[in-house]
């Protein structure tokens, strides 16, 4: 546990202080480091903390073990929700662009700050990522390799789990909606900034959905 402990707090260093809830406190011109590898680090770190063992092995009359992990999974809760509130940050820096340089938007800057923030998880980009999974099997959504750690104590049929893998899929589709709408006009048209701007509130309260759906999962 020493070294586990050690290493957590090295990782926690890959991380600023999370982005706060109001989009125009964020910095616009902040740049978007490697937070998806940060992710993936302490997701990795969770599991190692949190051994990702269904709930039918301790289902034969042997409570304490499960109850022990489902505890280690409630304090080690922050690495889990960490990549959401990275993707939170990505969004509200888009909205905020959006709002602010209105005379002068920077497509570019918007769609990076979206791949940021949906993590590998939409569907409609086949980027190299995304065929890696396609070709090997290997899971590299952030969003769903959460949901798998979050809820590895419940068994498959559980009604909290299989809300928020509906709830995962909902966030999927909203990423995908809001690329379409930032790919398919010009946002120096008001319009157009409009439908964006609505698809970026959707998603972020998709997002919120989501974690409180993590959250259920690990009993917070």
Same mark, same amino acid.
């Given at each position: 546990? %020493?070294?586990?402990?050690?290493?957590i707090?090295?990782?926690?260093?890959?991380?600023?202080?999370?982005?706060?809830?109001?989009?125009?406190t964020?910095?616009?011109?902040? &740049?978007?480091?490697?937070?998806?590898?940060?992710?993936?680090?302490? @997701?990795?770190?969770?599991?190692t903390?949190?051994p990702?063992?269904?709930?039918? +092995?301790?289902?034969?009359?042997? !409570?304490?073990?499960?109850?022990?992990l489902?505890?280690?999974?409630?304090?080690?809760?922050?690495?889990?929700?960490?990549?959401i509130?990275?993707? =939170?940050?990505?969004?509200?820096?888009?909205? =905020?662009?959006?709002?602010?340089?209105?005379?002068?938007i920077?497509?570019?800057? &918007?769609?990076?700050?979206?791949n940021? +923030?949906?993590?590998?998880?939409v569907?409609?980009e086949?980027?190299?990522?995304?065929?890696?999974? +396609?070709? %090997?099997?290997?899971?590299?959504?952030?969003? =769903?390799?959460?949901?798998?750690? +979050?809820?590895?104590?419940?068994?498959?049929?559980?009604?909290?789990?299989?809300?928020?893998?509906?709830m995962?899929? =909902?966030?999927i589709?909203?990423?995908?909606?809001?690329?379409?709408s930032?790919?398919?006009?010009? @946002?120096? &048209?008001?319009?157009?900034?409009?439908?964006?701007?609505?698809?970026?509130?959707?998603?972020? !309260?998709?997002?919120?959905?989501?974690e409180?759906?993590?959250?259920?999962? &690990?009993?917070?």
């Amino acid at each position: 546990m %020493t070294e586990i402990t050690h290493l957590i707090f090295s990782t926690n260093l890959l991380f600023s202080t999370p982005p706060p809830e109001n989009p125009a406190t964020v910095p616009v011109k902040t &740049i978007i480091s490697s937070r998806r590898n940060a992710s993936l680090i302490l @997701l990795s770190i969770a599991s190692t903390l949190i051994p990702s063992t269904s709930a039918s +092995a301790f289902s034969v009359g042997i !409570s304490g073990p499960k109850e022990w992990l489902k505890d280690q999974k409630k304090k080690s809760s922050r690495f889990l929700l960490a990549p959401i509130q990275a993707s =939170r940050g990505s969004l509200q820096m888009a909205y =905020r662009i959006l709002k602010e340089e209105s005379g002068n938007i920077d497509g570019d800057e &918007i769609r990076k700050l979206l791949n940021s +923030a949906a993590r590998d998880c939409v569907v409609e980009e086949r980027n190299s990522v995304v065929t890696f999974q +396609a070709r %090997t099997g290997v899971e590299v959504c952030t969003f =769903r390799l959460l949901v798998n750690n +979050a809820a590895s104590l419940l068994d498959e049929t559980d009604p909290v789990k299989m809300e928020t893998e509906i709830m995962l899929d =909902r966030l999927i589709r909203s990423f995908s909606s809001l690329g379409d709408s930032v790919d398919s006009g010009d @946002l120096q &048209i008001a319009s157009n900034r409009d439908k964006v701007e609505d698809a970026l509130k959707e998603a972020m !309260s998709t997002l919120d959905s989501f974690e409180q759906g993590i959250k259920d999962c &690990i009993g917070m």
